[in-house]
């Protein structure tokens, strides 16, 4: 089972991009690398998946080096409303069917 | 899309009482995990249905945590007796079909105080 080492906090300003990297250093040849947003009192949410190299969607862009022994989401010009936790998931349960949660990282994004 | 659906949003109770939650999946989904959020914590899977039947409920408390998903859609998660440091947030999650790469949508959880 993969352990992600991550950032406890992070903070920001508007405006800036925020990367945040995410240590995985025992991570399996077929470990997905999955990046979820919590926002208070909800549940967490998908942002992005990759594999390797490089991903990116609407929401954010996440770089994985050759050894994918790290992986880093980034995320262009927060806004206050991008004040979450960010949890990084690589490695699965034992019935190899779930993803693992880790503490995450709370970043706080101020003006 | 409707999202997956969860109640009741909050529930106090004294220790040694019994609780339930209920979670109503997304349509189709046919795995739906159940995660026990406490403070300050990611949330911790403490079981995964694929349709109706069990596929890991290893974390599981199950001296006093009961869950089952009747007919492959809905499910309950119980509680009996309470304790107190079952006090967090219950989070319900569908997905299409199970699996490490498979997207999870989340519900809003139950957050549960125990006294």
């Known amino acids: 089972l993969a352990k992600t080492t991550q950032p406890i906090s992070m903070d920001s300003y508007e405006g800036q991009e925020v990367n945040i990297t995410c240590s995985h250093n025992n991570i399996a040849t077929n470990d997905y690398i999955t990046w979820y947003q919590q926002f208070p009192s909800q549940g967490p949410r998908f942002i992005i998946q990759?594999?390797?190299t490089k991903v990116t969607n609407e929401v954010a862009s996440l770089f994985i080096p050759a050894d994918r022994k790290s992986s880093t989401l980034s995320l262009p010009r927060v806004s206050l409303s991008d004040t979450a936790v960010y949890y990084c998931l690589v490695g699965v349960n034992q019935a190899g069917t779930a993803l693992i949660f880790g503490k995450g990282t709370t970043l706080s994004v101020s003006s | 899309e409707a999202g997956v659906a969860q109640s009741p949003r909050y529930k106090i109770i004294e220790k040694r009482q019994s609780v339930a939650f209920w979670c109503n999946p997304i349509s189709g989904h046919a795995t739906l995990y159940w995660y026990q959020q406490i403070l300050g914590q990611g949330p911790k899977l403490l079981i995964q249905?694929?349709?109706?039947?069990?596929?890991?409920d290893s974390q599981l408390p199950k001296d006093r945590f009961s869950a089952e998903r009747l007919k492959g859609v809905d499910s309950t998660l119980k509680i009996q007796p309470a304790k107190l440091e079952d006090s967090a947030v219950y989070l319900c999650a569908s997905s299409w079909s199970g699996g490490s790469t498979d997207t999870q949508y989340f519900g809003p959880g139950t957050r549960l105080t125990v006294l």
């Open positions: 990759g594999y390797k």
């Open positions: 249905f694929q349709n109706n039947g069990v596929v890991d």
